[in-house]
């Protein structure tokens, strides 16, 4: 933001035209105002988070250009959906915090995303196929719920990933989410089934139930919660180790790697 200020600023002063000086700086005072709360505590040694915006879209589609990507975390396949469009709609929400991922070294490298309402939440993220498997992904999740915790009164969150979706249940597991003995579904969709998890503090299942369907009523989400197969007459047992999201917890501290070696958008693991 303040790079792209100071090159409008040195073209401004060459030139002689003031005007684009006073548009850039309206631009940058406006995305300023914008910025979230407590926007200082969005960072850890590693990785700083920083509201999605329309500068974002070349990195985000470059990074978000596995399929893989959008199939399992539910997001748009932008060959038939405008980015520009679904960010837009997602910043008129007064209810959602679309975060861009930023690696101190290697730039943006993926997306984390909340939804809250009445101090309940619902998380997803996602990040580009070179940085997964890292411990970026729980990193950035764990400095956006204590942020959200502290400066929105955050007090439980909720996620879903599908079955085998092995990565994202151990990094929800690492943060501290527990999974619920629900599964998400969606009416019309009868191939659609993900499991539930949650985050915050000690309530039983029972509850836990009721709130998610009233989350997702209120805020037109399709989805519906249901006891899973697995579970004894709907529930398990009421008892959960007590998770308060008001406790400190540290954000680990990564030692920083030297960047890839080669400009390929993906890297092949072995």
Same mark, same amino acid.
């Given at each position: ?23 850039? #700086? ?61 960010? %837009? ?14 690696? %101190? #070294? ?29 411990? #970026? ?22 996620? %879903? ?107 092949? %693991?072995?």
């Amino acid at each position: 933001m303040f790079d792209s200020a100071e090159q409008t600023l040195q073209r401004a002063i060459q030139s002689g035209d003031r005007q684009p000086l006073l548009d850039e #700086y309206r631009q940058q005072q406006q995305l300023a105002n914008s910025l979230p709360k407590g926007v200082e505590a969005l960072r850890s040694d590693t990785l700083i988070l920083t509201p999605l915006q329309t500068y974002h879209e070349e990195d985000f589609l470059w990074q978000y250009a596995d399929p893989n990507i959008a199939e399992l975390c539910n997001l748009p396949d932008f060959d038939e959906e405008d980015w520009q469009e679904w960010l %837009k709609t997602n910043q008129t929400k007064s209810t959602k915090y679309q975060f861009a991922v930023n690696h %101190k #070294y290697w730039g943006f490298i993926g997306s984390v995303g909340l939804e809250i309402s009445q101090r309940i939440g619902f998380f997803y993220y996602w990040l580009g196929t070179d940085f997964q498997g890292n411990g #970026y992904g729980s990193q950035a999740v764990r400095i956006m719920l204590d942020w959200a915790s502290r400066y929105l009164g955050l007090r439980c969150c909720y996620a %879903k990933a599908y079955k085998h979706n092995i990565p994202s249940k151990k990094a929800m597991e690492k943060i501290g989410f527990r999974p619920l003995p629900f599964k998400t579904t969606i009416p019309e969709r009868e191939d659609y089934e993900e499991e539930l998890f949650y985050w915050g503090e000690h309530q039983t299942d029972r509850l836990s139930l009721s709130e998610i369907n009233r989350f997702f009523m209120s805020l037109g989400f399709n989805e519906r919660v249901v006891p899973s197969q697995q579970s004894s007459n709907g529930y398990r047992r009421n008892y959960r180790p007590d998770f308060s999201p008001n406790v400190q917890k540290s954000t680990p501290n990564l030692t920083p790697q030297p960047p890839y070696p080669h400009k390929g958008r993906f890297l092949t %693991k072995t």
